[in-house]
Structure formats: C-alpha cells, structure tokens
C-alpha cells in the first residue's frame, strides 16, 4: 500500500517540500503590510482621516489573509512547516501593530490592547507546553473570537463620526469578552490535554 503523505503534530498533510505556495505566499503579504499599517497609523498626528482610512483597509486584507489561508492550505493539502510558524507570527504582527498604535494615539485603552496581546502570548505559550501532547484544535468560539476582534479593531481605526462610538465601544466589549473567555477555555483544555499525556 502505497504511503501517504507526511502529517505535522496537527495532523496535517504536508503536502509539498517548498514553502512557495499560496497560502505561504498570503502569510508572506500579512506580513509585509504590518509595516504599511504602522507607517499608516502614525503617519502625521495620526488622525487624518485619509490615511486611518487606509490603514483600515489595510488591516482589513490583512485580516482576510488571515482567514484565508490556513484553510486554504489543508483544503490544498499545501501545509509546510514555514506556514505553521509564519501564520501565528503574521497574526499577532497585524494584530499588535494595530493595537498598540490604537492605543499610542490614545483612540483605545492601553488595558485592552494589554489583556488582548497578554491572551494571544499565552495562548503561544500554552501550545508549545502541550505540543508533545498533541494540538488543540481552533474552537468556533476561537473562530468567533479572531472575527470579533477583526471588526472591533476595524471599527477603531476608520474615520467614523463620533455618532459611531458606541457602536466601537460595544465591538470592543465583544472581543475582549470572547478574547478572555476562549484564552480560558483553551488553558482547560490544555490542562487536561498535558495531563492525560503524562498519564498514558
């Protein structure tokens, strides 16, 4: 019987030996608009409402990108070993860059872009503790989680009215409400995933 292809710690066909594929090729343009987004974000006082604009759009591909190109790559059967570690890296880039300058420019609470960054950076950490173990996989209220925080942090960075800040102030709540509860869950499950490792 013929073998099939080689699976990562995930599972996960690896399905090519060159990292030049598409969905490695979409980690790769996240990762060069994060400097976009910050020259963007900063450029001038930062509130000319032409280039917010353009930032928003620009976290917004980003963000896409995001979305995208995981599923692409295990539809594809295209997952590599440099996809598996520039993804992560590419999403906390976009996704720091855009809070810590929200909250540089004070447009957003520095406790939010703390409690957002510190739950990505344990949840890294937390993978890396059970990786032995096994991986676990992305919960829809992950999935939830990443969508919340794309629209929250869209809604910061566009130019819109103040009418609009309500509506602002409510995506936040979401996210971060999303952000702490699914950094918790993904901590039991982790727990529980190290510890019937060592138990077996």
Same mark, same amino acid.
Do not use: C
């Given at each position: ?5 080689p699976?990562?710690?995930a599972?996960d066909?690896?399905g ?6 598409w969905?490695?090729?979409l980690?790769l ?10 020259v963007?974000? %900063?450029?001038?006082?930062g509130?000319?409402p032409?280039?917010?604009?353009w *930032?928003?759009? #620009?976290f #917004?591909v980003a ?11 295990r539809?594809?059967?295209?997952v590599?070993n440099?996809?598996k570690?520039?993804?992560?890296i590419?999403?906390?880039a976009?996704t720091? #860059? ?10 957003l609470?520095?406790w939010v ?10 949840v890294?950490?937390?993978? %890396?503790w059970?990786?032995?173990?096994g #991986?676990?996989?992305?919960?829809r209220g992950?999935k939830a989680?990443t969508v919340a925080q794309i ?9 819109l009215?103040p009418? %609009?800040?309500?509506?602002?102030i409510i *995506? ?6 999303l952000?702490?509860v699914t950094?918790v869950d993904y901590a039991?499950r *982790?727990?529980?995933?190290r510890?019937?490792?060592?138990s077996?």
């Amino acid at each position: 019987m013929r073998a099939g292809p080689p699976l990562d710690h995930a599972g996960d066909a690896i399905g090519t030996r060159s990292w030049l594929t598409w969905p490695n090729l979409l980690t790769l343009v996240r990762l060069l608009l994060v400097p976009v987004l910050a020259v963007l974000l %900063f450029s001038g006082d930062g509130n000319d409402p032409v280039t917010r604009a353009w *930032a928003t759009i #620009v976290f #917004v591909v980003a963000a896409l990108t995001d979305l995208v190109d995981g599923e692409l790559a295990r539809r594809s059967g295209t997952v590599t070993n440099v996809g598996k570690i520039a993804d992560p890296i590419a999403d906390k880039a976009i996704t720091g #860059v855009a809070l810590i300058g929200l909250s540089w420019l004070g447009d957003l609470p520095w406790w939010v872009t703390i409690v957002i960054l510190a739950r990505e950076i344990a949840v890294t950490a937390l993978r %890396f503790w059970v990786i032995r173990h096994g #991986v676990i996989p992305a919960s829809r209220g992950g999935k939830a989680k990443t969508v919340a925080q794309i629209i929250a942090i869209s809604l910061y960075l566009a130019p819109l009215p103040p009418g %609009f800040e309500t509506v602002r102030i409510i *995506a936040m709540a979401v996210a971060v409400v999303l952000t702490l509860v699914t950094g918790v869950d993904y901590a039991v499950r *982790a727990w529980r995933l190290r510890r019937a490792g060592a138990s077996s």
